[in-house]
């Protein structure tokens, strides 16, 4: 066995890299060809910031297997979907039918990711989707070729539902862009509110990806709930704590939200962001060997501190390096690669996790705060949540 070769087993799960030792007696696969990535990411527009961070975790999680898998070099092709839907069938037919990509990682923007699965539907390439979160994904349109490594849009709205009224919070207005995403998020959040007792007395629903949110912040005064719960993220998020701060919100109505409204934003929000509180499957303070070692290197490689969202890109890396790894660099029988990524538990920053049957990550829902800039784990709000993938076959 060569050195490479050890060194990357060394990073492998036992079983796995038993196996691969007793795979390696008989024959190795003989392609040499690039493993081709095709990379569907926001790198412009309200979500670019989220778009650069899971590109850098992908790469990093890549890196770390000395860009070369099996044997194999991998081959980037990166596409800029701007976060619009429109774009998403003629850059998935791009990159599977012509590219012929093995695996299309992607996309941020639940409304895009609808576009790509139908595009992708029994065509010979595996998706990773590394953020959108459209229930569907792992729902009702659930695919075999289609995985997911972030999360659905219910797992991290629906725990706040509950936290929120233990928290002694009765009437709250709730508000999100309006679209897939946001709706959904504050649809679970209703649903676990509502069943504890809470009332949701307005929902506010602002054009997708407006980021004027003074009128509806006004109505928020005169309203005067005992919380607002929001989803908004990237640009759209630094916007919206920095205003609710600027409109004398802030200290008066407790403002909560699903993770991503503090999610690589707390520097350029500041103080504003300080005491907001929400659900998420990570936090950049969770006390794990592997988060460590995870965001030294991301700070060491970027220069700046990860995020969720590198997680998430990270962590469709490693899918991809475990699973064909597993399958001796043969990414040709694809059913092959689909059984081994249903079997593997991905050691992720955010603690390990495998895949539902629905191919959605089981893991654990935090309730964080945000303290001197970083977000904290208050307590864990949901251990090992399983989406209910309503409507999924598989
Ligand atoms: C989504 O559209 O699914 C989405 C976008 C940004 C996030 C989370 C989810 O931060």
């Keep these: 066995m060569n050195n490479k070769k050890k060194i990357f087993l060394s990073v492998l799960p036992a079983t796995v890299a038993a196996t691969i030792i007793s795979m390696s007696t008989g ?13 569907m ?8 910031g989220l778009g650069e961070s899971t590109r850098n975790g992908l790469k990093q999680a890549i890196k770390e297997q000395g860009n070369n898998i099996a044997g194999r070099p991998v081959e980037f092709i990166e596409m800029d979907t701007e976060a619009k839907p429109a774009r998403a069938p003629e850059i998935t037919s791009s990159l599977v039918d012509n590219q012929q990509a093995d695996f299309v990682i992607g996309p941020v923007h639940s409304g895009v990711a609808m576009g790509m699965i139908k595009s992708i539907k029994g065509k010979d390439s595996i998706m990773i ?8 994904a792992t729902g009702a349109f659930c695919q075999p070729n289609v995985f997911r490594t972030s999360f659905s849009s219910w797992q991290t709205a ?8 233990d928290m002694g919070y009765k009437k709250i207005v709730t508000m999100s862009w309006n679209y897939g995403f946001g709706k959904e998020s504050l649809e679970a959040f209703n649903e676990s509110f509502t069943k504890a007792g809470g009332e949701v007395i307005k929902e506010m629903l602002v054009p997708f ?6 009128s509806y912040l006004t109505e928020i005064a005169s309203i005067n ?40 934003t707390t520097t350029a929000q500041g103080p504003a962001a300080e005491e907001v509180i929400t659900t998420l499957h990570y936090a950049d303070a969770l006390d794990i060997p592997k988060n460590k ?40 029988d694809k059913a092959a690669l689909i059984e081994q990524m249903e079997q593997l538990e991905i050691d992720s920053p955010r603690g390990a996790f495998h895949f539902s049957k629905s191919h959605n990550p089981i893991q654990t829902i935090y ?15 949901h251990e090992n949540l399983e989406d209910p993938a309503r409507g999924c076959r598989l």
């Design 129 to 136: 989707i590394p953020n959108a979160g459209a229930n569907a």
């Design 158 to 165: 629906f725990p706040m539902g509950k936290e929120a009224y």
């Design 209 to 214: 990806p407006k980021t004027e949110f003074q």
């Design 27 to 39: 024959s190795m696969a003989a392609d040499s060809d690039p493993i081709k990535v095709g990379v």
């Design 225 to 264: 709930p005992d919380a607002v719960f929001v989803f908004f993220a990237g640009g759209g998020a630094v916007k919206f704590v920095k205003d609710y701060d600027a409109m004398g919100l802030k200290g008066k109505i407790p403002l909560l939200g699903s993770g991503f409204l503090t999610e690589g």
């Design 293 to 332: 070692h995870f965001r030294q290197d991301y700070e060491t490689l970027y220069g700046k501190p990860a995020d969720l969202f590198a997680v998430q890109g990270y962590d469709a890396g490693q899918l991809i390096a475990q699973a064909v790894t597993a399958t001796q660099g043969n990414t040709s």
């Design 41 to 48: 990411l926001p790198f412009s527009g309200v979500y670019a």
């Design 367 to 381: 309730l964080r705060k945000v303290v001197d800039g970083q977000n904290t784990v208050v307590k864990v709000a």
